[in-house]
């Protein structure tokens, strides 16, 4: 039987900016840019009274909270913070799965500290985050990552919720089926068409019947209405890339993106110098008025060094985009990529080029 808490950071960005300026606090705060496309990043718990959400339009969010306070998002400091929470998480356990920067899984079947318990280790993390990073953080302690994400939710913000294995099944069969990972909203559909509407009414379906409606995803729902997930906690998994990208009020030509282009880089730079590892490919990716993506990449015999290096590679890309010049753009990102250990020696790496 495996001992799983899942961890998630209370409104993170949102708490963040409150913590580093006294001015913020008590207040409704968004995190986003301002602009008639930006999204919102994150919103305190003081906005949210107001229904302001996460991934919800800037310009809906300010409407219905005019008095709300907007703060760009400062990702460099987010990942700093991060790290910190992580560290912690280390102390007491090696097997740590970060999902965001505000959220990840432990797998605490053996502690490093010797507590007696996933609940007391659950509790000392949510303490060691209160008192070293004035934070707060909710935890969900359960047999399983699926059940300790959904109990983690369960008393937020700052609260801590245990599934033991004995009660998966009675807290399990009263939840709506909406509460599984992976049931979006046409599954829904499906499930709530056949009567189904609660996870205890899904375990009357037996495994055929999942299969031959909803083909491999039938054995997983299966499982899960029985609280049963075999899925492990996958430590420290590699950046695979960064990056940034800027949806503009107005689409603009090409020969217009240069400073919207030196932005973006810089802010994937500043990103990317979180990671221990160093990207070694620049990617540039357009969007044009009619929605066609467009991505062209360069891997350059030495890894950039410089946010100038990058800012130059992303503009040269621009140069290889043979489109009609009057072609307009949406959207524009800068990414980079094949992230290789800082240490691998230049003779090495131009290998890889
Ligand atoms: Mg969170």
Redesign the pocket.
């Known amino acids: 039987m495996r001992k799983i808490v899942h961890i998630?950071?209370?409104?993170?960005y949102a708490s963040v900016e409150q913590r580093d300026d006294p001015a913020l606090r008590g207040k409704p705060v968004i995190v986003a840019w301002k602009g008639k496309r930006s999204v919102v990043c994150a919103a305190s718990y003081e906005a949210r009274r107001f229904g302001v959400r996460s991934a919800m339009p800037a310009v809906r969010a300010e409407r219905l909270c005019p008095k709300a306070i907007f703060v760009p998002p400062d990702f460099p400091r987010y990942r700093a913070v991060s790290r910190m929470a992580q560290e912690i998480f280390r102390r007491h356990t090696d097997l740590v799965e970060p999902l965001s920067l505000?959220?990840a899984y432990l797998d605490v079947t053996e502690n490093k500290t010797g507590l007696p318990t996933a609940t007391r280790v659950a509790r000392t993390i949510r303490k060691q985050i209160r008192e070293e990073l004035q934070l707060t953080a909710s935890a969900g302690v359960a047999p399983n990552k699926f059940l300790a994400k959904i109990a983690s939710d369960w008393h937020k913000p700052d609260g801590l919720f245990v599934i033991r294995p004995e009660d998966v099944n009675a807290f399990l069969s009263p939840l709506p089926v909406e509460r599984l990972p992976g049931v979006g909203k046409v599954t829904e559909r499906k499930l709530q068409d056949i009567g189904i509407h609660t996870v205890g009414s899904l375990q009357s379906l037996d495994r055929t019947a999942l299969e031959a409606q909803f083909g491999r995803y039938g054995l997983r729902l299966y499982e899960l209405a029985r609280g049963i997930d075999p899925s492990e906690v996958v430590p420290n998994r590699p950046t695979k890339s960064i990056s940034a990208e800027d949806t503009f009020e107005h689409d603009l030509l090409l020969i217009e993106l240069e400073p919207v282009i030196r932005r973006v880089a810089e802010k994937v730079w500043a990103a990317s110098r979180k990671e221990s590892r160093i990207a070694r490919t620049v990617v540039l990716k357009l969007k044009t008025s009619d929605f066609n993506i467009i991505s062209r990449s360069c891997t350059p015999s030495s890894p950039p060094a410089s946010c100038n290096e990058v800012t130059k590679i992303a503009l040269s890309l621009c140069e290889r985009v043979a489109l009609d010049p009057s072609q307009r753009f949406r959207l524009v990102g800068v990414g980079l990529s094949n992230f290789r250990d800082a240490d691998s020696s230049p003779a090495q790496s131009a290998l890889f080029g």
């Open positions: 998630d950071m209370d409104a993170f505000d959220e």
